[in-house]
């Protein structure tokens, strides 16, 4: 008789399926690195010509031409990731020592107590509370690239929105959009425009004022569809996407109540010194910005004015100064994964500059798509690295992946640089607040005890609005220019 296949046979109980993980992103980039190199052994050598244009280094269109074969060892491979750390050096250092500063900052309690401060301020007045906290965090974004920081305060959002008669959603809402709507808008995010724009050989922060239009835009779009959320949860608690869960408002005004008033408890208060902290840091921030504008300051003099920054802050703060050191490379440590995906990634770009191939891409490209109008391809590029996100999560990194190729694509195609860059940074920013792979995102969630699905079902048509927001300004940007 056959033998019935159907269930495996077992003498240790019922097999458990193994879920699915999802790739570490330092495995995709090895996985990259290893199947682009491969590649190179069938893609042709080829170089475009090259020119210094106004302070940059262009390159120029109809200069294709065919070189002679350098195909890569094995260990190169390998060799290509300290090649590329090393290139990369200046970028990589830049974010270590701006998380170090932050790090000091925040184990002084300043950034914590000035929103506690605000909070008991305006307690009880929600309708001017919750969009001038969202107000707050889109600040901390657009200047210091906020992400990972927004764990820290959902407790106190969500203690807050409980209070107010709302739910956990709306509490989680108001931290992590408002930090998102800055972190797209960019105009001083060191992350991802600072980082895209050193690649793309461009001055620093240049394009603020287009960039802060947007901004404007993508802020009053998320502040309107939080506060349509919440006035629908207060007014019949029933359409929480919540009810009936954890962090409901039907949890009662005493347990709403509770939960504020430790939140508020929790967080230091706003005394001199911690006044003074801010007052540094933002100076600091001030002074970063006249020296670019005024005296061509660069990465590394933003990097020592964060030292500075960092210094002042931690003795006023009284962390003495093993404290303060203590705290510097623990904030080190926060960004070490975006600080280094940066160089890992510039391998991918090393491989291809190795084995004479870049060029080589790149014409292809720019023949395939050479008759697309310009605003279709910014698009198309925005597109790209929205998809891109999910498996690259950092900002940094996704740059230093994506903008190497994309910046002479650009030459060739005659697209001003900065709209490849703003194409990069919406594709990556927006796309952030709701990929499963955010590491800032997944973690706010867990500490609000919201579950992810329920948060999709909340957040995806802000996504595809400030998708269309960002298209509408690309299009607008390749009609005017983007550098003002």
Known sequence: MPTDTSTPVTTSGPVKK?????????????????????????????????????????????????????????????????????????????????????????ATGAIDAGINALVKLLHGHGAILLPLLMVVFSVLGFTTGMAEETIIFAPI???????????????????CLGAAAGFTGGMMNPFTVGVAQGIAQLPLFSGMGFRAIVYVFILAAGIWWVMRYASRVKADPTKSLLYGK????????????????????????????????????????????????????????????????????????????????????????????????????RAILVVLEQANVLDTVINAVATWIGDSPNFLVVILMFLFQSVLNLVIPSGSGMAATTMP????????????????????????????????????????????????????????????????????????????????
Not at 157 to 175: E, P, Q, R, S, T
Not at 280 to 285: D, K, L, R, S, T
Not at 319 to 341: E, P, R, T
Request: proline content about 3%; charged content about 10%; hydrophobic content about 55%.
């Open 157 to 175: 959002g969500v203690g807050i929105a409980l209070a107010l008669g709302y739910d956990a959603l709306v509490g989680a809402a108001v931290i």
């Open 405 to 484: 190729i994309m910046v002479p694509l650009s030459d060739v195609l005659g697209i001003d640089r900065q709209l490849t860059v703003l194409a990069y940074q919406y594709g990556d920013a927006i796309a952030n607040s709701i990929m499963p792979t955010s590491a800032s995102v997944m973690g706010l969630l867990a500490v609000c005890r919201i579950p992810y699905e329920t948060w999709c079902r909340f957040l995806w048509p802000l996504i595809v609005f400030w998708s269309l927001i960002a298209i509408v300004a690309l299009i607008l940007g390749s009609l005017v220019g983007v550098g003002f």
């Open 246 to 345: 954890v962090g409901a408002p039907e949890v009662g005004a005493t347990a709403a109540a509770t939960a504020d008033t430790e939140a508020e408890d929790a967080a230091p208060g706003l005394d001199w010194r911690r006044s003074l902290v801010l007052i540094i840091f933002v100076a600091g921030i001030v002074t970063n910005m006249y020296g670019i504008l005024k005296h061509g300051w660069f990465l590394n003099e933003m990097a020592a004015m964060f030292v500075l920054i960092a210094i002042v802050t931690g003795l006023i703060g009284r962390l003495g100064v093993n404290g303060l050191f203590s705290n510097m490379v623990s904030g080190m440590q926060d960004v070490a994964f975006g600080a280094l995906i940066v160089g890992f990634a």
């Open 18 to 106: 193994r879920r699915f993980a999802f790739p570490h992103t330092y495995a995709i980039i090895f996985g990259m690195i290893f199947l682009i190199g491969l590649a190179t052994y069938l893609i042709p050598s080829g170089s475009l010509d090259r020119a210094e244009q106004d302070g940059r280094e262009v390159v120029l269109a109809g200069t294709y031409h065919g070189t002679e074969k350098t195909p890569l060892s094995f260990f190169d491979f390998f060799t290509s990731v300290p090649t590329g750390l090393a290139e990369a050096a200046d970028i990589i250092f830049y974010i270590f020592l701006l998380g170090g500063a932050f790090g000091v900052i925040r």
